[in-house]
């Protein structure tokens, strides 16, 4: 499916580079990274970090965020587990705080925020990504806020996983174009787009 204008014209408002790329048929590629996290104890108040399990050598855009919850000795082997697993869904018990790191650096929520929330911020609010450019990385510190079933005395661990869904250029020379180069020749196409120096783009 062809891009649509707008879309580009949303991309190249915060990244020229990648909607020069985009316009010129430079194929991109699906990629998925995941921080995880295990919570061994049912203590509240209990934080773990935890890094991108991928290195981000070249820009990449985040499309969505999915989220995923395990605690594999509640209700283990009974009826009950489909059921306590999609309710869980509904009320995880973490928090998440995010935090970008390498040039710029910036919070993503500075104060903890519910999982369940954090997720629907990010694929609600950025509907045409959330760039993230060459050595960036994200680093995650879930908190947790409730106690595990006071009915399972060997209820942990609570494995966390938080899913970053994007894409990237398949060609990784699109990184080498320079930003006023890229903002120049969209403009030639039509496009609007600001001033690369106010942008901050790497």
């Known amino acids: 499916m062809e891009p649509r204008p707008q879309y580009i014209q949303d991309i190249a ?62 209700f283990a082997g009974q009826i009950f587990k489909t059921l306590y697993d999609a309710m869980l869904r509904q009320a995880p018990g973490i928090s998440v705080q995010a935090q ?20 629907n911020l990010i694929n609600s609010r950025w509907l045409a990504g959330w760039p993230l450019f060459k050595q960036q990385s994200i680093l995650i510190t879930f908190l947790l806020t409730q106690a595990f079933p006071a009915s399972e005395p060997n209820s942990p661990p609570y494995d966390v996983t938080l899913t970053f869904n994007g894409w990237q250029f398949l060609d990784h020379t699109v990184d080498e174009v320079a930003v006023d180069v890229a903002a120049a020749e969209l403009r030639k196409m039509g496009f609007w787009v600001p001033d690369p120096v106010k942008l901050g783009c790497p």
Do not use: C, M
């Open 13 to 74: 408002a915060l990244d020229p580079i990648a909607a020069f790329g985009i316009v010129l048929g430079v194929p991109r590629i699906p990629i998925s990274i995941n921080a995880s996290g295990s919570f061994s104890t049912a203590a509240v108040g209990e934080q773990i970090e935890a890094a991108l399990d991928t290195t981000i050598a070249q820009r990449t855009w985040i499309d969505n965020l999915q989220y995923d919850l395990q605690q594999p000795n509640v």
């Open 100 to 119: 970008v790191q390498g040039g710029p650096r910036y919070l993503v929520s500075p104060k903890f925020t519910p999982l369940n929330n954090f997720v």
